[in-house]
């Protein structure tokens, strides 16, 4: 025989179901105990595959077939996926994404839409490319392009392999989605999707080819855009490099009268390796420049020189290079303009009809912040040195550094150096030889790397292919005017990097990848791109898939109309920017399977795909629609995992967590326990997720166990409606008392704000609404004070029948508010309420139940206040008991009386609240009920009591507003019930009257 019995422990109340045998006298059998084959334990790694199986397995068609027509056709809610790279095994970080996902997938069918969730995956792309390097390096090709296919055949089926491995993870995860018709952006079909965005571009005349410096990853031999630059901690060796001067009539003049013989411009540069390319010098009219008279401060005052600088930063060009200063004059930009420089001598030999001098030039991006006032240019290497070149009509000289990112052979001695190494190093050795080296140091700075291969990158100018962005930025801004952004942090940081682009480098020079479809005439070099020979590839693709570009022949892929002169084509090796693929998706995925006039209602990604794809989306929509029109309503961000110190996940520090360990446990189960999939996902519904998200062994711990106690609260609450039949037994809320109406308006307010926060993607809020309604109103009060009317009346008792209806509502909540987060254990109880196990056999899912809809009245506020009154007051009297026991005066609450001395305004409440609805006594609970304890006594007169009387007095200056608070406990003279274990019998009576009545019923 099973006995519920309530124990009090660490700060909240359990309980605890005893296990006894039962004599003949034993009055156990006389109660109602609760019965239940809910399991205790989950059993996570056996049980929730097969509850998965049993309800999960054709939940999302299920839902599909409630398709709700709206104004252009598509489904209720669209939630697009974008895709993550098939790469790797799935890791935390997927984890927190997909289960985010799910969150608002699950929430939304709850409310009875039809969700749209086709997961998808970014195929190609260097780290896969890289990959298959690996696997067909040694091997020996007869020609690049045999090489290409041959990468691509591999890259396939790393792909292949990666996304298998993930889908299995994801489904592990509980992730609802249209799993047997994902999205890959290596299908045929996609790809030809993505080229017609393409073509719409180049037919409004946005794709353009040019040759300018763009971001150039050595590591990986590739141009790249902004979005895939991520910004390092970075030691660069910076220099102050003398450009000798030929002085222009003005200057010249300044300096006879000085009787100097010679000046030069000093120059700051952080990237040495630039100045061979160095082709002008630049200042700016606005700024106010000197020519100086300085000498070394350690050689007291000798070798004396003449710089020219910007006036500001002339004390700290002293401080840092060691030098004091003479004569110092003013000198206008207009002399240094008219001036030129010679070149340094790093600069490469001076090839027929390049000049022996450079030309100074006016740039208003000069600025007075750091450095001399006056910037080397090089138009080779730097976007605002391209133009300021171009407009001055200043050549771009000789490319001096190859795709490996070393010198040239043009570069002279320097031929075969690493750029940002040893190369670096060889400039600033042959500027101090030759003199005209200032000052050199270490300098610290954010640098921009390759965000695949964590490598630093450079400026380099080379023949891409761009899209002019000039013409877009503004519609694309606006667009963002109807976007939800959360956090809301999230608008500012994409409205500045949208509107802040003027074009975007397409061009890959890769072979995973879709093809740029342009063909180059093999003598003059000219591209042919046209309508025609892009809807001719454009159909290939559709067909074939993007492998034809490099299985068929040229004739084969240009148009009939051209395929007489093929042989004066060549195809293009270029592919697109991989985030042209993934940008694509809300034209090839959602319009194409949700229809034309569809747009995505939530996309949800970490807070890198500002950069990435949110804003890659955001400009191919725009383009598309010529219009300022988003493909999303909302765009949410979250943050990224780190350990349960803040740290990064890094396999040097070994603080990473795979999430499959999480689930099914690792090699020493004690220190890594399976703790199954609802743990983790529990876990990201507990996570602040628009900041980083820390986990570690004792936040699992920590959310197993509320995990646990939300189970435990599920399983009291089954084992209590074992015998009730919501249609036969429910009590109408007029007949309850007000306990239990104060437990419906908890209930209801907990589906108000548990429906807000989901509604509103707060799931950290939502998920402590739940906490908070499992631990302070179910286990923490209602369950203590209800467990005599569920055990010790009758069956059919009215004041029972009143607390099961209470439960069965809190039950049903309860199922429907964790079943977005919780879901494996969400379906168990669903099931076992209505008689199933979900582990054993195929059960309907309660994400089709809905959501719980609550009567408007059960929500009331005077009522609600009266209780949290009472309940506060509840607290009072156990820390008064609490001291009682250690002051000896009792051993437990159970003998303990309670007198309170309260205001009237308390005390009136409290006689409202302990009668039934006709006004009469309540027959369903009293204080001492309430309050645990043997008996409780209520009086307004706060007269001392002797200190020498037994009891304690525990006193509280004041209480919530009505003053002070006194409650004197003394132990009971009652003898203790063995029915109801209730200090509440005369010493020469059995039973309580209360179990006498009970049971004299039942003769």
């Not at 999707?193 to 590591?219: C, D, I, N, R, T």
């Not at 013409?471 to 005017?481: C, G, I, N, R, Y």
């Not at 067909?543 to 195809?571: F, I, K, V």
């Not at 037994?950 to 608070?965: A, I, T």
Request: charged share 20%.
């Amino acid at each position: 025989m099973a006995m519920a019995v309530l124990r009090r422990s660490s700060g909240w109340s359990e309980l605890v179901v005893a296990r006894t045998l039962c004599s003949a006298n034993d009055y156990g059998a006389t109660l109602n105990l609760p019965q239940t084959d809910f399991p205790m334990r989950a059993n996570a790694v056996t049980r929730e595959p097969l509850i998965r199986q049993h309800t999960m397995a054709n939940l999302y068609t299920e839902q599909r077939k409630r398709l709700r027509q709206s104004d252009g056709g598509g489904p209720a809610f669209i939630l697009h996926d974008g895709p993550p790279f098939a790469n790797g095994q799935a890791h935390i970080g997927h984890a927190v994404n997909k289960v985010l996902k799910d969150m608002v997938s699950r929430y939304r069918m709850l409310r009875g839409d039809s969700v749209s969730f086709i997961p998808g995956w970014d195929c190609h792309g260097l780290p896969i490319e890289l990959l298959a390097g690996q696997a067909v390096r040694g091997k020996q090709f007869e020609s690049a392009l045999e090489a290409s296919k041959a990468v691509r055949a591999e890259a396939r089926t790393i792909a292949a392999g990666a996304i298998e491995g993930q889908r299995k993870a994801f489904q592990q995860w509980g992730i609802l989605a249209d799993w047997e018709h994902p999205y890959k952006t290596m299908d045929p079909q996609y790809e030809s999707a993505q080229l017609s965005l393409f073509a719409e571009m180049h037919a409004q005349g946005l794709v353009v080819q040019g040759f300018k410096p763009v971001f150039w990853s050595p590591s990986s031999r590739s141009a790249l855009a902004e979005a895939e630059l991520e910004y390092h901690d970075h030691v660069s060796q910076s220099v102050y490099v003398k450009f000798s001067l030929m002085a222009g009539p003005v200057l010249e003049a300044q300096l006879d009268r000085l009787g100097a013989s010679g000046a030069s411009a000093l120059s700051w540069t952080t990237t040495p390796w630039t100045l061979p390319a160095n082709r002008a010098l630049a200042i700016n009219p606005r700024l106010k420049y000197v020519l100086a008279e300085v000498s070394s401060a350690s050689d007291g005052g000798g070798d004396r020189q003449w710089i020219v600088c910007a006036e500001s930063l002339l004390p700290a060009v002293l401080e840092k290079c060691g030098l004091t200063a003479g004569v110092v004059e003013a000198v206008t930009a207009a002399a240094l303009v008219e001036s030129q420089y010679a070149p340094l001598s790093t600069a490469p030999r001076a090839a027929e009809g390049d000049a022996h001098q450079r030309p100074i030039v006016d740039a208003d991006y000069v600025t007075e912040d750091s450095g001399t006032g006056i910037v080397h240019t090089a138009p080779a290497h730097g976007v605002d040195d391209f133009r300021t070149c171009e407009r001055h009509g200043v050549a771009l000289g000789p490319m001096l550094v190859d795709t490996a990112g070393r010198f040239t052979a043009d570069a002279g001695d320097f031929n075969g150096l690493n750029v940002l190494t040893e190369g670096n190093q060889a400039v600033i050795t042959q500027l101090d030889q030759d003199g005209t080296l200032l000052h050199h140091e270490p300098y610290e700075h954010r640098y921009p790397y390759d965000w695949r291969t964590r490598k630093p990158v450079i400026l380099r100018a080379t023949e891409q292919w761009f899209v002019d962005l000039a013409p877009v930025t503004e519609d694309a801004v606006a667009a963002l005017d109807n976007v939800q952004m959360i956090p809301e942090s999230g608008r500012a940081r994409l409205t500045n990097m949208v509107g802040s682009r003027t074009d975007w480098c397409i061009s890959r020079q890769r072979a995973w990848g879709v093809p740029i479809p342009v063909f180059y005439n093999v003598d003059s070099g000219k591209a042919l791109m046209t309508e025609e020979t892009m809807r001719h590839v454009i159909a290939l693709v559709g067909e074939h898939g993007s492998d034809c570009w490099w299985n068929m022949t040229t004739a084969e892929l240009l148009p009939p109309s051209l395929r007489d002169s093929s042989e004066q084509y060549r195809r293009g090796v270029d592919t697109m920017d991989v985030w042209f693929d993934s940008g694509s998706s809300w034209h090839a995925v959602v319009q194409a399977r949700e229809g034309v006039n569809a747009v995505a209602d939530v996309c949800l990604e970490g807070s890198d795909q500002h950069r990435g794809w949110f804003q890659s989306s955001l400009l191919t929509s725009v383009v598309s629609h010529r219009a300022p029109v988003a493909p999303y309503r909302a765009v949410i961000t979250h943050g990224f995992v780190v350990d349960a110190n803040g740290r990064k996940m890094s396999k040097s520090l070994k603080n990473g967590v795979d999430p499959r360990v999480v689930i099914e446990g690792g090699k020493n189960q004690n220190q890594q326990p399976p703790y199954g999939t609802d743990l983790l996902r529990t876990w990201v519904a507990s996570s602040t997720y628009t900041n980083d998200i820390g986990i570690g062994p004792e936040i699992l711990k920590l959310t197993f166990e509320q995990l646990r106690r939300i189970r435990n609260t599920g399983r009291f609450l089954l084992g209590n409606l074992h015998d009730f039949d919501e249609t036969r037994d429910a009590v109408p809320y007029a007949d309850m008392a007000e306990l239990d109406r104060f437990l419906l308006h908890a209930i209801a307010d907990t589906v108000r704000e548990v429906e807000e926060a989901y509604d509103n993607h707060m799931f950290t809020k939502a998920y402590g609404a739940v906490n908070t309604l499992v631990n302070q109103y179910l286990n923490g009060f209602f369950f203590e004070v209800a467990k005599d009317r569920l055990y010790l009346e009758d069956a059919s008792d009215l004041s029972r029948r009143s607390a099961q209806t209470v439960m069965h509502h809190a039950l049903e909540v309860l199922t429907r508010i964790v079943a977005p987060f919780a879901v494996h254990l969400a379906e168990e109880l669903h099931g076992f309420r209505r008689g199933v196990d979900p582990s054993k056999e195929t059960a309907p899912s309660v994400v089709l139940e809905g959501w719980p809809v609550v009567p408007s009245t059960w929500s009331d506020p005077a009522l609600a206040h009266q209780w949290e009154d009472l309940r506060s007051l509840r607290r009072l009297v156990f820390r008064a008991i609490e001291e009682a026991k250690l002051a000896d005066v009792v051993k437990s609450a159970s003998e303990a009386e309670v007198c309170l001395i309260i205001p009237s305004t308390i005390a009136d409440a409290l006689t409202t609240a302990c009668v039934s609805p006709d006004g009469a006594p309540s027959l369903m609970y009293s204080l001492d009920d309430i309050f645990l304890c043997a008996a409780v006594r209520v009086d307004t007169n706060s007269a001392e009591t002797p200190a020498d009387d037994g009891s304690h007095l525990f006193s509280e200056s004041r209480f919530r507003g009505h003053g002070p608070v006194q409650v004197r406990v003394t132990k009971t003279a009652q003898s203790k019930c063995p029915r109801c274990w209730r200090h509440i019998c005369e010493p020469e009576t059995t039973l309580c009257p209360r179990c006498t009545s009970v049971l004299q019923k039942r003769e």
